[in-house]
């Protein structure tokens, strides 16, 4: 198919969706790297992903950080001076007017950039952490650093202890406030939209059978099919800041 006939495609499914999502008492969305790709923050597993050019277990692991926590706060301070530099996309302004049109919308994002909350997300899960937020290793606490670059090796004003980015890592597991909040949108909604993601690292890569199983019509939008495209009711192929706003009412 050609890139005009995948287009027209879409145009066909969208009234449908669009109805659904009105008629909706509950949304969720789970959202992944290509909703932030069209903002021009790279993606991790695409042609010029992040995990192309870097080897996760050398970068995004705490071993790796106890290893050599200057390098992991090195690769970080990059993606913090490239992230710096973007603003949301269309995709995350229909998120977030989408939240505005609905009596109940959860919008769980894997994404750490900071974009759906800068686009006026609100009742937002960011359940791989935030890169503009450090947490001390030694007293736990956790608070908003948006220095670019952050001076090597930070640390804790309160103790002293060194700080890492609050961030979850290969190995480590989610907060479990997170899991609970995900699974009670994920189990609530008629709707799941399931945005830009490779459905590759888990435990997001299930949430869409969650929610399917659990009776939500489940659409997926992505650039190419993914892991989650047998399991969707529904995929369409395309950009997310293409796609995403022709679902809501207004205008963004
Ligand atoms: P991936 O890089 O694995 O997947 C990005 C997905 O976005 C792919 O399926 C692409 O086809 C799709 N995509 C690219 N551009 C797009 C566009 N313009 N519109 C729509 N879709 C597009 O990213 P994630 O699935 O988010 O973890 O990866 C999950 C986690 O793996 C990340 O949160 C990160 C990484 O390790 C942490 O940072 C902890």
Redesign the pocket.
């Known amino acids: 198919m050609t890139g005009h006939h995948l287009e027209a495609a879409v145009q066909e499914n969208i009234p449908r969706i669009r109805s659904r999502l009105s008629k909706a008492s509950s949304v969720c969305v789970l959202a ?4 932030s ?2 903002s021009g923050v790279p ?4 042609k010029d ?1 992040l ?1 192309r050019n870097f080897r ?1 277990e050398e970068l ?1 692991t705490p071993e790796a950080f106890r290893r050599d926590p200057k390098l992991v706060w090195e690769w970080y301070n990059w993606r913090r001076e490239i992230i710096a530099t973007k603003s949301p996309n269309a ?1 995350h302004l229909a998120l977030a007017a989408m939240e505005r049109q609905s009596p109940s919308f959860t919008l769980i994002t ?3 950039d900071g974009l759906h909350a800068k686009a006026g997300s609100k009742n937002l899960i960011e359940i ?2 935030n890169i503009w937020k450090v947490r001390c290793t030694a007293c736990g606490c956790i608070s908003m650093n948006e220095d670019v670059p952050i001076p090597i090796l930070p640390h804790c004003s309160q103790c002293n202890g060194l700080l890492r980015p609050y ?4 190995g480590e597991s989610l907060d479990p406030a997170d899991i609970t909040r995900s699974m009670d949108a994920l189990h609530r909604c008629d709707v799941l939209l399931v ?7 888990q435990p ?1 890569a299930s949430f869409a059978s969650v929610a399917r199983n659990a009776g939500a019509y489940v659409v997926e ?4 099919a ?1 892991l989650n495209s047998d399991l969707v009711d529904e995929t369409l192929i ?4 293409e796609i995403v706003p022709m679902f809501i009412k207004e205008l963004v």
């Open positions: 992944g790297a290509g909703n790709a069209d993606t991790f597993r695409g992903g995990w996760a995004a995709a894997q994404n750490v791989h952490g961030i979850v890592w290969f945005v830009g993601t490779s459905g590759i690292v997001a939008v992505n650039v190419e993914t395309g950009r997310a800041s």
